[in-house]
């Protein structure tokens, strides 16, 4: 009778080939039959059950089982293929059982959020209960575990050694290689896995930016895919660049924000859109959100969180052993959960930031943008912050660097990627740096509102911000022009003669704008391209 009970209550399919070669049930003294099914008929005492799988109705014969608890014997067809079908009928004695396809397992790092409040609540009950059972021991029992513990120390100590070497193996060998950088990284979620997180992650964006997204037909999301498909043209060399489909989404929102999902999901706000002075710049911070994503980084960042969260969690539970009331219970778990952000959480979300800056220099570099704009853009933005009063924090309360850092890192990278550029067979850039530019400028509206204190409103022009951003309807739409070029491929065979958007000569045609005269306003730095 179990195995009725065991198919009411269990999913399954049934895929078989079966083929006739021997006699079934040599027990029962019944030679096989010669005809397209076998009988096995059974000489016992006891009731015999019979269940008959029956696929479809224009399946091959029937299978049949037959127990008397003590001999199985099975009825089938010999050379019969049984084909996959979703939701066979089972029947057994007038009763029909039916199965449904089986259901996709959930992606490991989506099971391991689930559970995660789950495994605090049990290392807090299980502390609570360790210091209740302490407490309410005598005090002779206390000495006696004492002396136990003072008397055993070493061999707690080797235990825990062992264990030392046990979780040292176990991260060893979930150690990967970061592509295009090579560093040897932690990975316990595959990239398969975060793929499949990935699809239900889009799916609940594009559910709760339903009403937000601006239509395919606006400028604006034209701009931004002209640019994403143009850095996927440019750098399909990588293999994880040209095994994605990207898609873009622009968000009506005035958030200051971009991000790409790891299955090309690209998710980039008009606040962001707003911030940035030219293509050249929104260029590069797509390239910095592609690159999170070609590197892994959310599959990289998750996994280390896992296995600090599991070893915190022997922590968690000596703090609610060992703190005599519940209050300081609490004040030690949250002073123990800061401790860890500070020291793993934000130091590691920082440096994958400073890779993703690199990376995605380099994969703007290779698409001929004016790599020079990426300093500038961190610099719009720490003026910006300063203009609009945004608190400021220190970088070490963060999880991304300060815009000071990001310019100074991208300004030390600038010679490199030009190398990289110039390989690429891409257009000459302009003499004028937009860096030398913008310093320019700011250094003009500095004076300008200094005059501007001292002389009173009529003394000086208002000032302007320098590189302010233009509109994404106008500025950026003018200067991508629609005709395409061909361009070559670097790192690819130099033959290929694909047309390729020629969205690369307008990242690289930027006027060249002179120096403004003392007491002029600033000029703009990049002209629209017609």
Request: proline share 9%; charged share 20%; net charge positive.
């Amino acid at each position: 009778m179990f195995l009725p009970l065991f198919l009411k209550n269990c999913r399954f399919s049934l895929s078989a080939h079966l083929t006739l070669n021997s006699q079934v049930c040599r027990r029962a003294g019944h030679p096989a039959k010669k005809a397209h099914s076998v009988s096995c008929p059974l000489s016992c005492h006891r009731t015999t059950h019979f269940v008959h799988f029956r696929a479809t109705p224009r399946a091959a014969p029937p299978v049949s089982f037959r127990s008397n608890g003590r001999t199985p014997c099975f009825q089938i067809s010999p050379k019969t293929t049984l084909p996959l079908h979703p939701g066979p009928v089972l029947a057994q004695r007038g009763q029909l059982f039916h199965t449904s396809a089986p259901v996709r397992a959930l992606p490991a790092p989506l099971v391991w959020l689930l559970l995660k409040p789950l495994q605090k609540i049990t290392a807090i009950i299980l502390g609570r209960s360790i210091r209740k059972w302490w407490v309410a021991l005598p005090a002779n029992r206390r000495q006696l575990m004492r002396e136990l513990v003072r008397q055993r120390r070493w061999h707690l100590a080797a235990g825990a050694g062992v264990a030392m070497v046990i979780v040292a193996l176990l991260l060893l060998t979930h150690l990967d290689e970061s592509p295009i950088t090579g560093r040897t990284r932690l990975l316990v979620f595959s990239r398969e896995n975060f793929m499949e997180l990935a699809e239900l992650t889009s799916e609940a964006y594009m559910e709760d930016f339903s009403e937000l997204l601006v239509p395919v037909t606006d400028p604006r999301h034209q701009v931004v895919e002209r640019v994403v498909q143009h850095l996927a043209q440019r750098n399909k060399d990588i293999p994880e660049v040209s095994e994605v489909s990207w898609s873009i989404h622009v968000v009506q929102s005035p958030n200051i924000n971009a991000f790409v999902l790891p299955n090309g999901k690209v998710f980039i706000f008009t606040g962001m859109l707003d911030a940035v002075a030219d293509v050249h710049q929104l260029t590069i911070v797509l390239g910095h959100e592609m690159a999170h994503a070609l590197l892994g980084h959310s599959a990289e960042q998750a996994s280390l969180s896992h296995v600090v969260d599991l070893l915190s969690l022997i922590l968690l539970t000596a703090i609610w052993a060992v703190c005599p009331r519940d209050s300081l219970a609490l004040l030690g778990q949250w002073v123990q959960g800061k401790l860890s952000q500070l020291m793993f959480s934000r130091p590691f979300s920082r440096k994958l930031e400073a890779e993703a800056d690199q990376v995605g220099l380099q994969l703007a570099a290779k698409a001929c943008a004016d790599v020079r704009a990426g300093p500038v853009f961190w610099q719009q933005m720490e003026i910006r912050d300063q203009l609009t009063g945004e608190p400021t924090f220190p970088e070490w309360l963060s999880t991304h660097p300060s815009h000071r850092n990001r310019f100074a890192q991208l300004d030390r990278l600038i010679p490199q990627a030009l190398e990289l550029r110039e390989s690429c067979v891409c257009p000459a850039l302009p003499p004028m740096d937009p860096r030398v530019v913008f310093s320019q400028s700011v250094h003009l509206l500095l004076e300008n509102a200094k005059r501007q204190e001292r002389e009173g409103p009529e003394g000086a022009r208002k000032p302007r911000l320098p590189h302010s951003p233009v509109s994404l309807s106008t500025g950026l739409c003018a200067a991508l022009p629609t005709q395409t070029a061909l361009l070559p491929y670097p790192n690819v065979d130099q033959k290929t003669n694909n047309p390729v958007p020629s969205v690369a000569s307008a990242l690289v045609v930027t006027a060249s704008v002179p120096a403004p005269a003392e007491g002029e306003g600033p000029h703009p730095v990049v002209q629209s391209i017609s």
